[in-house]
């Protein structure tokens, strides 16, 4: 694994674009609910997050994507949930084991609004990836991406709101679970950096917010000597008591929720 300042370069050109964040209207302060990760498969776009935040989502009117990096302009995209919305959802278990995972189908005109300030992942290309034979490099890094809710202020207009998310670099435990039904997790214990010095502390606080989130693997120098390479690995859905995240892995990703999305929209499936 690469540690270190060096890791800081990747943060804009892949990862970051294709994050966002997920707010609601609570007593006029718009408040974190989770983070998701842009992704297509064939002619659907939408977000691939965790299915606790789902569950809240699907119970809004209205809710507010953050989109990552955040600009001064422009930082929050309202998107009618109920009218123009639809999702795969497995779970939430409400703990470690899963599942907990789901898809967000966004509409055509909405996502059309905002493609040129995101990046989305092909889940057509992941799944190749997912089950290739060899990895692009023997170095890599690995990281988790999403929001984090004690860094998101606003007052009680709405108005004035400040968004921030974080990448915090890590490493898999080497056991990977596989429950019966077939979904897979295993757990991210993140580095501290400047931003986080202990593991799962901002300032003494914790995750909340990244629940959704991307899990990336990045290899800085491919062996055929190409552009960096970055594969989506995983989605974070729970936090333990030691700080460590549990993810599931690629086979819940390319497997069960690639299915599921493509059995419930066939005709938008190439």
């Given at each position: 694994?690469?540690?270190?300042?060096?890791?800081?370069?990747?943060?804009?050109?892949?990862?970051?674009?294709?994050?966002?964040?997920?707010?609601?209207?609570?007593?006029?302060?718009?408040?974190?609910?989770?983070?998701?990760?842009?992704?297509?498969?064939?002619?659907?776009?939408?977000?691939?997050?965790?299915?606790?935040?789902?569950?809240?989502?699907?119970?809004?009117?209205?809710?507010?994507?953050?989109?990552?990096?955040?600009?001064?302009?422009?930082?929050?995209?309202?998107?009618?949930?109920?009218?123009?919305?639809?999702?795969?959802?497995?779970?939430?278990s409400g703990d470690?084991?899963?599942?907990?995972?789901?898809?967000?189908?966004?509409?055509?005109?909405?996502?059309?609004?905002?493609?040129?300030?995101?990046?989305?992942?092909?889940?057509?290309?992941?799944?190749?990836?997912?089950?290739?034979?060899?990895?692009?490099?023997?170095?890599?890094?690995?990281?988790?991406?999403?929001?984090?809710?004690?860094?998101?202020?606003?007052?009680?207009?709405?108005?004035?709101?400040?968004?921030?998310?974080?990448?915090?670099?890590?490493?898999?435990?080497?056991?990977?679970?596989?429950?019966?039904?077939?979904?897979?997790?295993?757990?991210?214990?993140?580095?501290?950096?400047?931003?986080?010095?202990?593991?799962?502390?901002?300032?003494?606080?914790?995750?909340?917010?990244?629940?959704?989130?991307?899990?990336?693997?990045?290899?800085?120098?491919?062996?055929?000597?190409?552009?960096?390479?970055?594969?989506?690995?995983?989605?974070?859905?729970?936090?333990?008591?030691?700080?460590?995240?549990?993810?599931?892995?690629?086979?819940?990703i390319y497997l069960?929720?690639?299915?599921?999305?493509?059995?419930?929209?066939?005709?938008?499936?190439?």
């Amino acid at each position: 694994m690469i540690n270190g300042p060096e890791y800081r370069q990747f943060h804009d050109h892949k990862i970051y674009p294709s994050t966002a964040g997920f707010f609601i209207r609570d007593g006029g302060r718009l408040v974190c609910r989770g983070s998701g990760t842009f992704v297509s498969i064939g002619k659907i776009h939408g977000l691939l997050t965790c299915a606790h935040a789902l569950k809240v989502i699907e119970k809004q009117t209205q809710v507010h994507l953050a989109l990552f990096p955040v600009r001064p302009a422009e930082r929050t995209f309202p998107l009618n949930v109920k009218e123009h919305c639809d999702h795969v959802i497995f779970g939430p278990s409400g703990d470690e084991h899963g599942p907990d995972i789901g898809f967000l189908r966004l509409p055509s005109p909405f996502f059309s609004s905002i493609s040129q300030l995101v990046s989305v992942k092909s889940l057509e290309i992941g799944r190749t990836d997912a089950f290739a034979t060899a990895e692009p490099s023997d170095e890599s890094i690995t990281a988790v991406v999403g929001m984090i809710h004690e860094w998101t202020e606003g007052d009680e207009t709405g108005q004035n709101f400040d968004v921030r998310g974080l990448m915090n670099i890590g490493n898999i435990s080497q056991d990977r679970i596989i429950s019966d039904d077939g979904y897979d997790r295993f757990l991210f214990q993140p580095v501290p950096d400047e931003n986080f010095r202990e593991p799962g502390c901002v300032d003494g606080r914790r995750y909340s917010g990244t629940s959704g989130g991307g899990l990336w693997r990045i290899y800085p120098k491919p062996r055929d000597g190409g552009d960096i390479a970055y594969r989506l690995i995983g989605v974070a859905f729970y936090e333990m008591s030691d700080h460590q995240i549990m993810c599931h892995g690629q086979a819940s990703i390319y497997l069960k929720l690639f299915d599921a999305i493509r059995d419930k929209w066939p005709d938008a499936v190439e």
